[in-house]
């Protein structure tokens, strides 16, 4: 899937979050909002097993 794609959904507002991903939230102390602004703003970069 690609970040583009990802970004569409996160703006059309058609997701959901695992009960594992809202653990690891609240564990981290984000709110959905700061989640939301890392997928459409931020800049990704692959890692090293994703580099060919």
């Given at each position: 899937m690609?970040?583009?794609?990802?970004r569409g959904?996160v703006?059309?507002?058609?997701y959901l979050?695992?009960q594992?991903?809202?653990?690891?939230?609240q564990a981290?102390?984000l709110?959905?909002?700061q989640?939301?602004?890392?997928l459409?703003?931020?800049?990704l970069?692959?890692?090293?097993?994703?580099?060919c």
């Amino acid at each position: 899937m690609r970040i583009e794609h990802i970004r569409g959904q996160v703006r059309a507002g058609h997701y959901l979050y695992s009960q594992h991903a809202d653990i690891e939230r609240q564990a981290d102390e984000l709110t959905f909002a700061q989640i939301e602004e890392a997928l459409l703003h931020y800049r990704l970069y692959p890692t090293s097993s994703q580099v060919c």
